[in-house]
Every structure is written in C-alpha cells, then in structure tokens.
C-alpha cells in the first residue's frame, strides 16, 4: 500500500525514525521489499534524479507498481530524492509520488525560501507531502560539492522561520552527516546540542537525516579483501539514531551502505567463482544480503515490528 509520509511521520515522531531507502533497479527493489517485510516495518522507497536517469524514469515507477502488487502487505510512500525545481513539479504531475524533496539547501535563505514556498503549494494542490532542506551536509550531494570543513550546520532560528515561510511538510537538517562512504576523517557523533535546539522550536515537526549510512568496518574491510580500495571509509555511528528519533528526527537516508553490500557480494563472488558469467548468481545473492541489511537497520531505527500498528492506524484514519 502506497502511502504519503505524512501518514507514516504521524505515527512515528517521537518514537522511531522510518528507513528511508534508495533504490536504482530490480534487485534493490526485491531485496528492500523482503527486507522490510522480514522486520515488519514500514518504509521509504526513495527515487534520486541520477535513479530516474538510469534507465528511464518509468522503469523505476512500474518495479514499484509490480512491487506491491506481489507484497501486498507492505506500507511505504514513494518519494523523490534531492528534487530541483523541475524534476519535483514532474514527479507532482505524475501522480505517482506521494512525496518529494526540494532540494535548494546551496541555495541563500531568502532563495531557498522562495523555491522551496512554490513547489509546496503545487505539491499541496495535488495532496502531496515536501521535504524541505537548510543548512549544507558535507561531502557530494548531486550537483553540489561541500567539503567538510565550509559544511553548515542547521541554524535553528532560522529553521524555525524556513518552515513557517515554506510551508513545507518535513525538513532536512544539518547535524554533522553528509552523503557517501567517506563521511570524517576521525571519529565524529551528531551534533545533538543543535538537534535538540531545533526541536525546541519546532516540536512536533518531523526532522529528516541524509548521509546517514554507517558504513560498516566490516563491509569495508571484506570489499578490500576482495580486490575494492576503500581505505579510510567512515560512517554515522548507527547506534545515535534511537536517540535522534526521539528529538524529532522522523525519517533517516541511507543509500551508501546498500552500495557497500552491493559491491561486497559482487565482488566477493567473481574473486570466488573467476569462471561465473550468469548474472543471476550473484544478484540472487544480493537479494538476500540486502534484505538482511534492511531488516537489521530496522531494528536499529526502531521501525521494525510497526507494520501492524500503522496499518490500523491509516485504517482507521481512512474510515
Ligand atoms: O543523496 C544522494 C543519494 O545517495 C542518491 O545518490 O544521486 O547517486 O543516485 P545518486
Ligand atoms: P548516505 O550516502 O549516507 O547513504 O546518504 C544517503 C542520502 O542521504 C540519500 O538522500
Ligand atoms: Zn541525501
């Protein structure tokens, strides 16, 4: 059942943060399915510019349709990922997302204020929910580089101004994450301090985490025992998000850690198997590792064994 995350935000804040997952092809798409039903959670299906540019933007919309059709037990929303104007008024038109992102964080105040206020309002015209975003995460994000020391963090003034000038339905903020495998150079926690000041000013209000993979030492060291170079790859320590969840963080990005399972079984099986060429081998493999992946990231939000418990609830809303 496809949902918007406003339905799924009210059942969580406060008390868990729901995975929200990137995909880019069909066995992603399984094994995140499996995964989620494995953990009986609901969860975020997310849909970048550069996974609507893969193949074709439709391919990625009809795995969904087929999706949940064959589980038809699962709770998610579908949502674009780091929208720029345009792509999030295409998604609108579309009918088929049920939330996007605009993303105009590298943008001034006053100009992400601005962008952000117009695709609101044609969101909300067609009942669908926007992620806003302010403050700048280091690391690459799309089109944009911010390295880690010009990273921004949140101010939470001015958040609290950005959300009651946009409207917007969520917001992205900076707390000292940024996207991809090398997040620090040392050891580094969130920004707590900020986080809580933010909520402070807008309780209730659900707060997104970008650039949270964990990127587990585990997963690094395996991909580079097998041929990778991932030396000094670093992530967010995954056990602060239950502590983040209950500040109001609603929703948590992870793409970069799929990856990581990705490229680990994939390499691991050709090192294995030098004579394989059947592609199915390996991504039956992965399937399995990446429903795993899901199912214990979960757990590790809080999101695992909700399903039932929002399915009620949007129940009954609904009645
Ligand atoms: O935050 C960005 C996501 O990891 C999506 O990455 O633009 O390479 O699909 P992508
Ligand atoms: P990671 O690179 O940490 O997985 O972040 C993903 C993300 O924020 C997608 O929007
Ligand atoms: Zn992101």
Redesign the pocket.
Known sequence: MIVTTRNLFEAAYGKYAIGAY?I?NLEQTMGLFRGNLDSQAPFII?I????RN?TDKHMLEALIRASDDVFPQAIFAVHL??GDEETCYDCIKSGFYSSVMIDASHEDFETNIAITKRVVEAAHAKGIVVEAELGQLGGV??HIKVSEDEARLTNPNNAKEFVDRTGCDSLAVAIGTS??AFKFTGSQSLHFDVLDEIQKRLPGFPLVL??SSSVPQEEVKRINAAGGKLEGARGVDVNQFKRASKLGVTKI?I??DGRLVWTRVHREYFLEHPEGFDLRKPGKIFMQEYANFIAAKNEKFGSAGQLDIVRKLITEKGQ
């Open positions: 990137n880019n997310q970048s510019k550069g996974a893969y990922d780091h994000e799309e996207h991809g970008h650039g990005n793409d970069t």
